[in-house]
């Protein structure tokens, strides 16, 4: 890996063994954008890669006899009214009115490492050795004011980071009206635009479109989250380009509020790639000596199709992204007591169900809503963190010693940022609430967004809650957030911050996140918003992992899963076995079919298992036991592969391979049954060709432990069977795994279920 700078041709050259980034100072002193994309040998000059052209209508930047003209270059920054007519990266307001700038080049440096941008989140480096940084500083002399654009190229990942920042240093009143965090410019427009978007309990869709000129985009003004709609991610790939090969780009926003993502396509097919924080009602003024930083973007080039993408910015965040003492550990598996009863307990109830739960090996409790003031339903008490005692009589202080006393850990729900109309908290300071005077006042689930911009909010919301903290034992949290912001406007703040507001709030969240963490740095935080409307890599960087979706159905969450594996490694999704029929959908699928999908997640149960059979109990032990033996390798160790995709057929496979490539497990899912069907294979992948292995599957009929079934399977065979052969690795991956469709009748038909264990024989 290196960064180095080309005094003749003044282009920087930012390369490892994966990728290159190509870039040179124009000779109006602007940056321009050469190349980006597989790795190429270092030399001296790339100044051929730059066209320019004399084209009627355009605006010519420089004095004659030049013919550079910014709309058809491709630049690393470009701002508005230069006669380039696509959309600027930035824009600032003078104290004349004007917008036109002019940043030239100034000065740069490379040093190792890669610098905090804290109190933003932000992949980070170890070791100097990881990855260099360039930082290239323009200036403005009009204004007087620095832009720094920064990047960080890994050593180990294809991938380079980017942020921006504007510091003023002279005395006139500036205004950046824009400012998103990166720019780029690819040379054609041969690309499909790739996205996930979605909604509550069906988020991570993925979408793909073919790029067409002018521009689309993936957008969040949500303000309180980056939104179960649209992820903050998209992607561009090559037509041809499947999971295993070709070229694509992928984009990722470290950020957990409103976004904008890009295309835009000029009719000279040059497609520009845009990533930020979204402008609209975004002004932000610096006054003489105050700097803003943009977010980062997190930028991966694979040839290895979308699957080398995702396996990219799995390992990147789960060890450069995600921190702390559960970054490298497997997750506790835990039962959530929510969809077992919603606000409806009191101690004795949670303390049967967590004592059900020990007996079958679940590790953590966690007591979701309902705790605190007179919380009965959601219409109130949100504000108020101080236990109900007639819910809970001993206090959280009590029922988490109770539940200690049965050998497992307790954890807790919170939604730090909501406030009820009916609570102690809203009467105090009504004032509070994000809310615009004079107007009325959106609800949500009956309760409204606390103004997270102004200190003092953030201040009294800690002290409330680090309280009970303090005198419990807590080992986890999960952190909800159940609704979106509306008439975004802060009582706190000046008419001139009021364009602060949003991006503030997400400040605040990440300031209390930060004091949370930094006090009690054991506990492990699950970020939750609605299910997933926030699970983005700033939010990662705070908690390790997200609770993925309020939809715990089988089914669905295959497509929910699988989407969010473009981007999210697997132990950051939180993944539970829910009752059936399921809450959401009211569907029937087996239990070892819910087990099956949610083993590849930070596994848990969110339901009563008092209620279940005694044969059922037996097969959520199983379960257990299979998580505990293979989630070092699930969530930790191993490399993910998404095999067969849910939004393209009946059949849904996906598997994990060790990075020493002597173990991988492989779940293959349908949804509905087929008689008489085709035969199947499952061709796997990143195995050792020349390893041999054994291949072993469960095939025990449902039969066994579902008692309306027994007998159902007519061939007498309702004993626990598994399937067992060995074969080499090649043969795993080219001639594939024969998926035998009477196991798949066995295991009750619908939306029935294998896992195959792969072994390196010894
Ligand atoms: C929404 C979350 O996604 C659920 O898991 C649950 O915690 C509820 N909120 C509680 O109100």
New binding site residues.
């Given amino acids: 890996m290196a960064i180095i700078f080309h005094e003749k041709g003044r282009e920087f050259h930012l390369f490892n063994k994966e990728v290159s980034y190509l870039m040179r100072i124009m000779e109006n002193g602007q940056m321009e954008h050469l190349y980006y994309g597989r790795g190429l040998r270092d030399k001296e000059e790339f100044g051929y890669l730059h066209e320019e052209m004399q084209r009627s209508l355009m605006a010519v930047c420089m004095p004659e006899p030049s013919v550079l003209s910014m709309q058809y270059t491709r630049q690393e920054y470009p701002s508005y009214g230069t006669g380039d007519y696509r959309s600027p990266a930035f824009t600032i307001i003078q104290e004349n009115g004007s917008r036109i700038v002019n940043f030239t080049y100034v000065s740069h440096e490379i040093f190792g490492g890669k610098k905090s941008l804290a109190p933003l989140p932000a992949t980070y480096t170890e070791k100097e050795e990881e990855a260099q940084t360039l930082e290239i500083t323009l200036h403005d002399d009009v204004i007087d004011t620095d832009m720094v654009l920064s990047y960080t190229i890994y050593e180990d990942y294809p991938v380079i980071t980017r942020n921006v920042r504007f510091v003023h240093r002279g005395g006139g009143k500036i205004v950046l009206d824009r400012a998103l965090s990166m720019s780029m410019e690819f040379m054609d427009m041969d690309y499909e635009l790739v996205h996930l978007a979605g909604a509550w309990a069906r988020e991570r869709y993925v979408k793909t479109r073919k790029l067409e000129m002018g521009i689309q985009a993936v957008q969040n003004l949500s303000g309180t989250g980056s939104s179960g709609e649209h992820n903050p991610f998209i992607a561009l790939k090559r037509p041809h380009t499947t999971e295993n090969q070709g070229e694509v780009y992928g984009f990722s926003f470290v950020y957990s509020g409103n976004f904008l993502a890009q295309v835009e396509v000029s009719p000279f097919d040059m497609t520009r790639v845009m990533m930020g924080i979204h402008p609209e009602g975004f002004a932000w003024e610096l006054k003489q000596g105050e700097s803003f930083q943009t977010p980062e973007t997190v930028m991966v080039y694979s040839n290895r199709g979308l699957n080398g993408m995702s396996q990219a910015y799995h390992r990147l965040y789960r060890t450069r992204l995600i921190r702390g003492k559960w970054r490298d550990q497997a997750r506790p598996i835990l039962l959530n007591n929510?969809e077992a009863t919603y606000f409806d307990f009191d101690e004795e109830k949670l303390l049967e169900i967590a004592k059900r739960a020990k007996e079958a090996g679940v590790e953590l409790f966690v007591l979701?809503?309902g705790w605190f003031g007179k919380r009965n339903d959601?219409y109130s008490s949100l504000g108020d963190w101080y236990v109900n005692l007639k819910k809970l009589p001993g206090g959280i202080s009590g029922l988490s010693a109770k539940i200690e006393a049965l050998e497992m850990k307790f954890g807790l729900?919170v939604?730090l940022e909501m406030v009820n109309e009916d609570s102690d908290l809203y009467r105090a300071h009504p004032d509070w609430i994000i809310g615009a005077p004079g107007r009325f006042q959106s609800h949500g689930r009956h309760q409204y967004v606390l103004d997270f911009s102004r200190k003092e909010v953030v201040d009294c919301v800690y002290e409330m809650i680090a309280r009970v903290i303090r005198e419990s034992s807590i080992s986890y949290i999960?952190w909800?957030m159940?609704r979106y912001m509306s008439e975004p406007y802060s009582r706190g703040a000046e008419a001139g911050e009021q364009g602060k507001v949003m991006h503030r709030y997400i400040l605040g969240v990440y300031d209390l996140y930060t004091r949370l963490t930094e006090e009690f740095p054991d506990i492990l935080f699950e970020s939750?918003?609605?299910?997933g409307a926030r699970f983005d890599p700033g939010m990662l960087y705070f908690a390790p992992q997200t609770?993925t979706s309020?939809d715990t159905d089988a089914g669905e969450r295959m497509k929910i899963q699988y989407g969010t594996s473009f981007v999210y490694p697997l132990v950051s999704m939180g993944c539970h076995v829910s009752a059936v029929p399921n809450h959401q959908l009211q569907r029937m699928t087996p239990l070892e079919t819910r087990g099956n999908v949610a083993c590849f997640g930070a596994f848990g149960y969110e339901l009563d298992l008092n209620l279940l059979s005694g044969r059922e109990m037996e097969v959520v032990k199983r379960q257990i036991a299979f998580v505990k033996k293979y989630r070092e390798l699930i969530q930790i160790e191993g490399d993910f592969y998404r095999l067969r995709s849910p939004f393209e057929g009946n059949d849904t496979a996906w598997l994990v391979v060790s990075r020493d490539r002597t173990q991988a497990v492989a779940g293959f899912y349908q949804r509905l049954n087929k008689t008489n069907a085709s035969w199947l294979r499952l061709q796997l992948q990143g195995l050792e060709e020349d390893m041999l292995y054994e291949v072993s599957c469960d095939v025990t009929p449902v039969s066994i432990y579902d008692e309306e079934r027994a007998g159902l399977d007519g061939n007498g065979q309702e004993k626990e069977q598994v399937k067992k052969y060995r074969a080499y690795g090649a043969e795993l991956m080219y001639a594939g795994i024969p998926v035998d469709r009477r196991d798949l009748d066995r295991k009750g038909g619908d939306f029935a279920s294998l896992i195959y264990t792969i072994t390196k024989c010894i």
């Fill in positions: 929510w979701d809503d959601d729900w939604e999960k909800d159940n939750c918003a609605s299910g609770w309020d």
